[in-house]
């Protein structure tokens, strides 16, 4: 791809609010329209760089192509959008505060659900242990939380390992996210009911490693897909 | 020589001039562009970039669909879309041409300063 073809795209695309794939596809066919233009213009016998100048003064107003590609994207797409917005902060490759930040709104998200569900149960069922249960859902959302903001943290790092192959620490980063993972599954048997100590807590969390060390190669390797190609349109520096 | 018609003037009719394109033949943007451009005699100055939010608002309207463009062996350049007149949009470009010469018979027949 030509870089100076890029730029018009990007910024035409990048201010336009809506899921990754939506953005991807305007950045393919506005690119491919560009290109074509600069081709055909080469074709005439144009230098390159005329064809490049020409390419881009046919392609139009970035801002005005912008305000046009917004009208186009649905509601429900832009708030997905928002959404993953707020709880990730757009970020590819968090910083520790940013993945803090994502476990605590998925903390708060989760604990709000769970709390809920557990006061409606109190309301409609008479001598309904409401505090014990509560506490197991609260420690249930905070676990969940600590490995959210993990996962976060490490699926970015696990993902730019992946695109340079790096595959010794790819695999070092799910392992240790299995881990973590696995450490909770044992502490939510052990705040439960202490049945941590007994044979099948043990076994549930060993289980448990394998389980999420997999699900995380797999969940990374699927999302480098389309990190690699995102990652040239979103490493372009616009003025 | 002819003054060019530029986005503004052509705002409004762009999507029937698109669904009338369509209609010819199955077509990706620039191939829309250009059949525009050609149609035009030159004269259609269009921003190129604003085809494709046209594109999508028909797509949208379920009067396009698309399909990614087989790979020609020997072709340069990204893959492409392939837009193609759905059954619904072959309904509104009749329904737009309809209106189209209602509008240029009203228009010109007041423009011109023709008696009632």
């Given amino acids: 791809m030509i870089r100076e073809l890029m730029i018009p795209v990007e910024k035409a695309v990048r201010p336009v609010c809506a899921s990754q794939s939506r953005k991807l596809r305007m950045r393919e066919e506005l690119y491919s329209l560009i290109e074509e233009r600069y081709r055909s213009f080469l074709a005439e016998g144009l230098s390159e760089a005329d064809a490049q100048q020409g390419a881009i003064a046919a392609f139009g107003d970035p801002p005005a192509i912008a305000a046009e590609l917004r009208k186009t994207v649905p509601a429900w797409n832009r708030w997905s959008r928002q959404f993953d917005n707020f709880l990730f902060a757009g970020a590819f490759e968090p910083t520790i505060a940013l993945a803090i930040h994502t476990g605590l709104c998925l903390t708060t998200i989760m604990g709000a659900w769970l709390l809920g569900m557990n006061l409606f149960l109190a309301l409609i069922k008479p001598n309904y242990p409401a505090l014990a249960i509560a506490v197991t859902f609260g420690t249930l959302a905070a676990i969940f939380g600590v490995n959210a903001s993990l996962g976060h943290w490490l699926a970015g790092r696990t993902i730019k390992k992946l695109l340079a192959r790096h595959y010794a620490t790819v695999l070092l980063h799910a392992i240790l996210f299995g881990l973590v993972f696995a450490a909770s599954i044992a502490l939510l048997y052990l705040s439960a009911s202490g049945e941590f100590f007994l044979r099948s807590g043990w076994m549930k969390a060993a289980m448990a490693l394998p389980v999420a060390t997999s699900m995380d190669l797999f969940i990374c390797w699927l999302a480098s897909f389309e990190v690699a190609q995102r990652e040239p349109w979103e490493s372009l520096e616009l003025d | ?116």
């Fill in chain 2, 1 to 116: 020589m002819p003054q060019g018609i530029h986005g503004d003037q052509v705002r409004g009719h762009l999507e029937t001039m698109v669904l009338s394109v369509l209609d010819q033949q199955d077509a990706h943007g620039f191939q829309i562009v250009k059949q525009l451009d050609d149609m035009g005699c030159g004269l259609l100055r269009l921003k190129e970039g604003t085809i494709y939010p046209v594109l999508y608002r028909l797509e949208q309207s379920g009067l396009v669909k698309a399909r990614w463009e087989p790979v020609e062996e020997g072709r340069r350049g990204p893959p492409r879309r392939v837009y193609q007149l759905t059954r619904k949009g072959r309904g509104k470009l009749q329904a737009g041409r309809e209106s189209w010469l209602k509008f240029v018979d009203i228009v010109g027949t007041i423009v011109a300063g023709a008696p009632a």
